[in-house]
């Protein structure tokens, strides 16, 4: 009997070392997954519409995240976070400036400004207005395999793997193809997340046409100025080839993770990493770079409200994209790396417009040349990345055109932009590459407009 209470003593007291040993481990890390779930809960119920059970069950269900515990304050718009009733986080948000993940020494009672907007509309049908399209049937479609096709990137019978919520295919400008999961439709409001990049891009695409800034020109960082940076261009910046040091880990305490949920100004966290290649010679993918030209961005406008105003005057609200809405830090800068909300619709006019070039039913946003540049692949990239742009001149999607760029988030979200098939296709979800097959699906859909029934 002794001998047996030794050893159920010896296997609790095993258990507890291992806990408190996980506990020392992994205790750098509830703060950041206390974050990541508040102001995800935030975004989530207060732009997104959706509840906190359903956010639980869906967005949060991933490794780490599930281990938080959230809740919701509807009436005063915020969201709490804390991880086995440690490191508790809090996002609250603003309207026109979405949520904020914020720390203790943030004054929620300070004014803040937000962007001015213009809601204009247009007796014209979607994509340049807000009627419905007319019928148009084309003759080189064959619609069931686009409706099969479509089908096909959802899950049925109980599956759990593709996770996609919505997919929207425009050709010539025309809607042949959408679909939602239950509780989404066109008026839903999703995150791009690193689709947001090239949002940003695109406002340098509106300041270079405009003559107000030169990308070839040298990176106005004062921080830079007295080593080898000095040499980096906003172009390198673009293209993510700076040679700065970055790690883009979402599993861990990195640099990515450490500046969306510890930073009170994510512009600076690129700022003051040191240079381990030279411009040109290596290209890695860096969130932080983003929101270092969002910071730059804000530079060339003499306030702050200039800087809130200029992407929505100048390119967001002239296209229409009215449910665009890009969260800002707590610093005030928009988060250009990952926080741009939009209905899947207004994500379609944002491929539209690349696809014609900056020409928006007649009115020049940017100027044609931004698209050659967008697409031209970065040095050392092997064809897969240009300025803030996901390129396919390398074949990563070996069945689809090596025209077509895109815009990519985390979890699979996807602007895909076909030039040579006068093609856009919008797809939003919870997983990407691992559990769609992105590949076939491009090669199905423009089979079916290649070929008649």
């Not at 959230?70 to 400036?97: S, T, W």
């Not at 979402?250 to 512009?267: A, E, N, P, Q, V």
């Not at 270092?292 to 804000?298: A, E, K, Q, V």
């Not at 895109?406 to 040579?420: D, T």
Request: net charge negative; aromatic share 12%.
């Amino acid at each position: 009997m002794k001998r047996f209470k030794k050893i159920i003593v010896g296997t609790f007291l095993f258990l507890f070392v291992g806990i408190c040993i996980a506990i020392t481990i992994n205790y750098p890390k509830l703060e950041i997954i206390s974050g990541f779930s508040a102001k995800n809960m935030s975004s989530s119920v207060f732009l997104g519409h959706r509840s906190l059970e359903y956010t639980d069950k869906t967005d949060h269900d991933v490794p780490n995240v599930r281990l938080a515990t959230d809740e919701v304050d509807k009436q005063n718009k915020y969201a709490m976070a804390n991880v086995f009733g440690f490191k508790e986080r809090k996002a609250i948000y603003r309207e026109g400036l979405g949520s904020v993940l914020i720390d203790e020494d943030f004054d929620e009672k300070e004014p803040f400004l937000i962007p001015k907007r213009t809601f204009s509309k247009t007796n014209l049908p979607y994509p340049y207005g807000d009627l419905p399209q007319t019928d148009t049937v084309f003759e080189n479609i064959d619609y069931d395999k686009i409706d099969r096709t479509v089908a096909s990137i959802f899950d049925t019978n109980g599956e759990d793997i593709k996770k996609t919520r919505a997919i929207l295919v425009l050709y010539k400008d025309q809607i042949i193809g959408e679909r939602y999961i239950d509780g989404f439709d066109k008026n839903s409001v999703l995150l791009g997340w690193s689709m947001t990049k090239s949002v940003l891009s695109t406002m340098y695409g509106v300041l270079q046409s405009q003559g107000k800034i030169d990308i070839n020109g040298k990176a106005p960082v004062v921080e830079w100025q007295n080593d080898g940076r000095k040499a980096i261009t906003i172009n390198n910046l673009l293209q993510m080839n700076s040679g700065l040091k970055w790690d883009e880990d979402y599993g861990s305490i990195s640099d990515i993770t450490k500046m969306l949920y510890l930073d009170r100004d994510m512009t600076a966290a690129q700022i003051h990493k040191k240079a381990i290649h030279k411009p040109n010679e290596n290209w890695l993918y860096s969130s932080g770079t983003s929101n270092l030209l969002s910071g730059i961005l804000r530079k060339q406008f003499t306030t702050h409200q200039e800087y809130l105003d200029y992407p929505y005057r100048e390119f967001i609200d002239k296209i229409g994209m009215h449910s665009m809405v890009i969260e800002t830090d707590m610093a005030g800068n928009y988060v250009g790396s990952s926080y741009a909300w939009a209905t899947v619709r207004d994500w379609g006019k944002f491929g539209l417009l690349y696809l014609h070039k900056g020409n928006w039913n007649g009115t020049k946003i940017f100027d044609p040349s931004w698209v050659d540049y967008v697409t031209t692949p970065s040095p050392t990239s092997e064809g897969d990345y240009g300025g803030h742009f996901w390129l396919n001149a390398g074949g990563f999607y070996p069945d689809a055109p090596r025209d077509m760029f895109s815009a990519n988030g985390y979890q699979g979200q996807r602007v895909f932009i076909i030039p040579s098939k006068d093609l856009v296709i919008v797809r939003f979800g919870l997983i990407g590459d691992a559990g769609v097959d992105f590949n076939r699906f491009l090669e199905e859909l423009i089979g079916a407009i290649d070929n008649t029934p």
